[in-house]
């Protein structure tokens, strides 16, 4: 059985350890400030007060968690600012530039990507870096809030068939997308690698499963269909 040695400073790192702590929270951080800023952006689409007071609550929410992973970030003496520097914009850090014209867009958004995103973290949960694991259930808790809210406002939203069809069509462009982007094809070695020292706990195989049984679900009650992703390279460990 292995042993998984908990890390719980810089100090305790090897490098091959630390560049893969740096990598995966890389991305986390892109992820997390790019989705504050599609949420900053999409509140102008909002059609109510409280829903523009929400977004700007997920928007702000999102830039919280951006910043726990950016002073970790920074302790292991990454310059963080140069990051954003180099990021392409944040629709198309997630493949939706120009699909963001509508509130039912923006509902979509957080429907399909954020949701994609917090499944993507949970392969983290609990890992063998403590102070990283240790924001995780913040994090979290917060992003189930926002799926939620996503849930909730597309089932009503799809109860008029102009938003439903619009959400058909952007969901239809948009899942294929956010399955490459979120999950893709990973490399055998650097995952085999994270299982073995703890900094992943659950496959990638199976967090993509979960995550595409479950939009398909919720897809259903929205009286939505999830596109058939058979056959696209998209499905890992041969599928659902």
């Known amino acids: 059985m292995n042993v998984v040695k908990q890390i719980e400073s810089r100090e305790e790192m090897d490098a091959a350890y630390r560049a893969m702590v740096i990598r995966l929270m890389t991305r986390q951080f892109l992820a997390e400030m790019a989705t504050c800023e599609v949420f900053g952006k999409c509140i102008q689409l909002a059609p109510t007060w409280r829903e523009r007071a929400r977004l700007a609550q997920f928007a702000a929410e999102e830039a919280e968690h951006s910043q726990s ?59 063998s870096y403590h102070p990283w694991a240790r924001t995780m259930e913040k994090i979290l808790s917060e992003e189930e809030g926002h799926q939620s809210h996503g849930t909730l406002e597309l089932r009503r939203l799809c109860a008029d068939p102009t ?19 979120a999950f893709g094809r990973p490399n055998r070695e650097a995952n085999e690698y994270c299982l073995r020292t703890g900094l992943k706990t659950r496959t990638t195989e199976d967090i993509q499963r979960a995550y595409l049984e479950e939009m398909t679900g919720l897809c259903r009650e929205c009286g939505l269909s999830a596109p058939d992703l058979r056959g696209t390279g998209l499905l890992l460990g041969g599928g659902v």
């Open 163 to 181: 938003n439903k069809a619009r959400a058909q069509l952007y969901i239809d462009r948009i899942l294929p997308e956010t399955m490459k982007r």
């Open 69 to 127: 992973v950016a002073v970790l970030l920074e302790d292991l003496g990454v310059p963080v600012d140069d990051l954003l520097r180099k990021r392409v914009g944040a629709a198309e850090f997630f493949g939706v530039a120009g699909e963001l014209a509508e509130w039912v867009d923006a509902v979509a958004f957080n429907f399909v990507v954020d949701r994609a995103g917090s499944y993507q973290l949970m392969t983290y949960r609990g890992n």
